[in-house]
Structures are given as C-alpha cells and as structure tokens.
C-alpha cells in the first residue's frame, strides 16, 4: 500500500499531500463518473428497447387506384358514459401492468389513453375538465376574516370551506370578462 503512494508521489515529483489527494480524487471522480455515464447509458437503452417492444407496429398504408372504390367506414356503435368509464378504466390498469415501475398511484396521461382509443377504433375520446379559477381560497381553520379585497377575473371569488365562523365583508368580486 506504501509502495502504491510512494509511485504516485514520485510520479507527481511532490511530496505535497494536498496535491496527492486532489491527484486520486480527480482520478476516482473521472473513474467514477464514467462508470455512472455508462450504467445511466445502458438503462436509458433498457427503456427503450422496452419501449418499442410494446409500441405496436404501425399497418403499411395501401394505395387506393381509381379504379378501387373506397369502402365506407363502419357506423360506430354508441356506447353509454357507463362503457366508456369501463374501458378508461380497463386502460389504466393496462398502463398500470404495462409501466411496473411507476408508482402505485400513477395514472396515464389524456393523450396516452386517446391513442389507445383510437387504436382500438373507439367513437370518442378523454379530455381534461377546464378547472374553476378562485381568488381567495380558505379551507379549514376557523374565525377567518376576509376584508377589503378587490378580487377581479375568477370564476370565483371568494370559497370558504370547513372554515366555521370565517366572515368575508366589504370584498368587491368582478368575474372574468366574458368574450364578446
């Protein structure tokens, strides 16, 4: 062991220990770093790979002559709201099996579903409900008092909830312009 730091202080032609240290912390942070740079490499290809294997292959578009009449497409079967809220959640627990390592509460985004329902030649399709805009928002507590305030452009104002004897007086509360 004495021999290894003898070579290395002869090598570096300095008896200096800070220099002898910084020397082997530069070299194990480069050994280090490029073996972190290579393990980070192989699991970013691992998800890939993993990836594109479950990625269906897409069909091979044909070409239509003019002499091939194009066949209409299929009416599509309407489906209760009770069906679709079936099959969104028969997606989840899909993305769920397809995706082990998200966490247990991880959901699919909107557009991964859609893709799913379109691939499944499904008549409609997911989207976000639009959120409520609120300007002062109390939730718990108690004996609040909301004053004086100038709230403008909320769809709402002013929401208290499970805030018992919270008092909200004198707020001036103008909605959000309406497009003309």
């Known amino acids: 062991m004495f021999e290894i730091v003898e070579a290395i202080h002869q ?17 194990f942070a480069t050994l280090g770093g490029g073996i972190a ?17 479950s990625k269906p292959e897409s069909p091979k578009p044909t070409s ?19 069906a679709k809220q079936q099959i969104v959640q028969k997606l989840a627990q899909e993305y769920k099996e397809l995706h082990p390592e998200a966490k247990r509460y991880s959901q699919p985004t909107v557009n991964w579903i859609n893709k799913k329902l379109k691939q499944q030649k499904l008549d409609f399709f997911v989207s976000l409900k639009p959120q409520k805009s609120r300007g002062i928002v ?43």
């Open 11 to 27: 090598a570096l032609r300095t008896q200096s220990t800070l220099v002898f240290v910084l020397v082997v912390a530069a070299v």
């Open 37 to 53: 740079w290579l393990v980070d490499l192989g699991y970013k290809n691992a998800l890939a790979e993993k990836f594109d294997e």
């Open 64 to 82: 239509v002559s003019p002499q091939q009449p194009r066949t209409p497409p299929q009416s599509a079967v309407s489906l209760s709201e009770e």
């Open 138 to 180: 109390v939730e718990g507590g108690g004996n609040n008092v909301i004053e004086n305030n100038v709230i403008e452009g909320f769809d709402e104002g002013i929401s208290i909830h499970n805030s018992p004897g919270t008092t909200a007086e004198g707020n001036k509360v103008t909605g959000p312009k309406q497009p003309q």
